[in-house]
């Protein structure tokens, strides 16, 4: 069974920077789109960011297209999350998923990993 594991999630202050990752366990994961969502406390999973197969192009939710970068490496079956100038706000449950989709829902995100916390001082 394909797993994905976030990490790197934890306590920073605010003003840091911080990469997220997500690793597939095993299949073919240069086929698959790969999306980063969020739940922040008392609020529903909202999109993040997406990243097509072959890494050439992103999207990005309104709130974080300035401070976020979606990244992959198809030969570690890994997608990045690097969060810059973090804000207390951006504390939150992250999640990483697996789809068929370019999309900004999660309809089309067949695979979802367990989810990191990140938690912002101010």
């Known amino acids: 069974q394909v797993q994905l594991a976030e990490s790197g999630g934890g306590l920073v202050q605010a003003g840091e920077s911080l990469t997220l990752s997500c690793t597939a366990s095993r299949g073919t994961f240069s086929s698959w789109y790969m999306g980063w969502f969020r739940r922040a406390p008392g609020k529903e999973r909202e999109f993040v960011a997406v990243i097509r197969p072959s890494g050439g192009s992103m999207r990005y939710a309104d709130s974080v297209k300035d401070r976020f970068t979606i990244s992959r490496d198809n030969a570690k079956n890994t997608v990045f999350l690097q969060i810059d100038t973090v804000k207390p706000e951006d504390t939150a449950v992250y999640y990483c998923?697996?789809?068929?989709?370019?999309?900004?829902?999660?309809?089309?995100?067949?695979?979802w990993g367990q989810g990191t916390q990140v938690t912002v001082s101010s």
């Open positions: 998923a697996a789809g068929t989709e370019f999309g900004t829902t999660t309809r089309g995100y067949t695979l």
